[in-house]
Nanobody, 120 residues
Framework: QVQLVESGGGLVQPGGSLRLSCAASGFTFRNYGMSWYRQAPGKERELAAVITTGGYSTNYADSVKGRFTISRDDTNNLLYLQMNSLKPEDAAVYYC?????????????WGQGTQVTVSS
């Protein structure tokens, strides 16, 4: 079955860094774009970063641009989000996401999420 498993979240001080990982299985990882979403308490889930197949193109929300870097390791089916210069407003549960083609049409897949807390 399709699985997306995030790790790497934790507590960090403002200005600090974290690297999140997403381990993917159950599908041909290299054939799909991947995304990181995040959701803070009381807020809508928002798209933070996107990476295309092969990692040739990336896009970021304005709020994280210049601070976050999305990358992928297709050999090992891993997606990363390097987060630098973290701000309190970056605190959220971060989710790995992809939309897969199936015989019944596209289907969304989400990881379980990993908590990022930014606090002094």
């Amino acid at each position: 079955q399709v699985q997306l498993v995030e790790s790497g979240g934790g507590l960090v001080q403002p200005g600090g860094s974290l690297r999140l990982s997403c381990a993917a299985s159950g599908f041909t990882f290299r054939n799909y774009g991947m995304s990181w979403y995040r959701q803070a308490p009381g807020k809508e889930r928002e798209l933070a970063a996107v990476i295309t197949t092969g990692g040739y193109s990336t896009n970021y929300a304005d709020s994280v641009k210049g601070r976050f870097t999305i990358s992928r390791d297709d050999t090992n089916n891993l997606l990363y989000l390097q987060m630098n210069s973290l701000k309190p407003e970056d605190a959220a549960v971060y989710y790995c996401y992809t939309r897969l083609a199936t015989s019944l049409g596209p289907r969304d897949y989400w990881g379980q999420g990993t908590q990022v807390t930014v606090s002094s």
